[in-house]
């Protein structure tokens, strides 16, 4: 099915044509009108094929139809950056001018190509009835992260006065997300959460004899620095140490596009708090929630990261934004690890678990060590005499 599915979905590029070619579909509402009429023919075509056998699971037919929308996204950015030609010219025009910044470039090439595996995987897995949930968090995070900055960032950026009918489309690229994570969330975990003595012994040790999680730590604490540090400077704090490094670093967050400064808002308050409860959980053994938050947050980080560094570089992105030369190799190191710490933090959970897990106890088991277990059965002892 998944082949089937990537070979459809390369039939949007003559719909793309046959609108580019044809004067009368490019009106503004008839761009929209065949947006939706598109987006309706491709569920029904899916949910028509595949009556006889139907997915066990609903989430088969937003990644069969996104998948065919990922096709358009990845002809966008290239016929934007000159690669391609005679497919979007039309829809920079009457459609969504906003996807010719920096930043929509590199979010439809991340569209275009990670989402489409993903979607892909998926479809796959859902078809030979495997479990595919660490991938769905990987995608709902990262869509999730993209939509609402994408969103947000058109609204209060220099292109909200260009909003044209489509726009209003993309609002299903964001609920769609939002429903495949609480999807996710709720199910039952693919693998149980409770552990027996290999988690017991996991858990009794203190941090200092984890090297691996003291550096994790460590890594999330300066994290934490950096995200404070980026979202002060975009809500314009008058601290030097936010204009050194607005002026001197990295001037991209002030981009008068929006969209850099909406993720460092996200990030600042959603990021933080959720990096804040990964050293909490690092700390605290037993955080079940870890296995799933990890993946999650790690999907939107990669995202937010890949549209920031590739729009700060990206030629669309005015000189006076680029990172000075200077202090270029400084600013993407510190971009690049602050993009791996919570995909090593998602690593670390799923590869050796037993810290996260719950402790199972046996029966007639108290919790208690074995000298406290002693003294209060003596106790009880004592008490019948």
Known sequence: ??????????????????????????????????????????????????????????????????????????????????????????????????????????????????????????????????????????????????MSVFLVGIVTGKYGSEIRPVFWLNFLFLLMPVYGAVTLFTRPKDKPLIGGYNAQHAQSMKLIWRPLDLILVLLLLVAMAFTILRGLVVLDSPLEACSVYLTDYEPYLKDPVGFPKVMMLHLFFYGLPLLGAFTYGLLKPGCTWMTDWTVFFAGAMTQCQWAHIGGSLHPRTTAPFHIPNDVFWCVLTANLLYTATPILVALRVHSNPYFFLKINQFPGQTGLPNSEEKDTKYKDKFKKM
């Open 1 to 146: 099915m998944e082949t089937f599915v990537f070979l459809f979905s390369f039939s949007a590029l003559g719909i793309l044509y046959a609108m580019n070619t044809i004067p009368e579909f490019q009106e503004p509402y008839v761009v929209l009108g065949i947006g939706a009429a598109v987006l309706v023919i491709v569920f029904l075509f899916y949910f028509l094929i595949t009556r006889v056998n139907p997915p066990k699971d609903a989430l088969f037919f937003v990644f069969a139809e996104f998948s065919f929308t990922c096709v358009i996204d990845l002809t966008s950015a290239l016929e934007h950056d000159g690669i391609l030609s005679g497919f979007m010219r039309f829809y920079q025009q009457t459609g969504e001018p906003y996807l010719g910044t920096a930043y929509g470039i590199m979010m439809c090439y991340w569209d275009g190509i990670v989402h489409f595996i993903m979607y892909l995987v998926m479809i796959s897995r859902i078809t030979d009835r495997k479990a595919y949930r660490n991938v769905g968090l990987l995608w709902a995070g990262s869509l999730c992260a993209n």
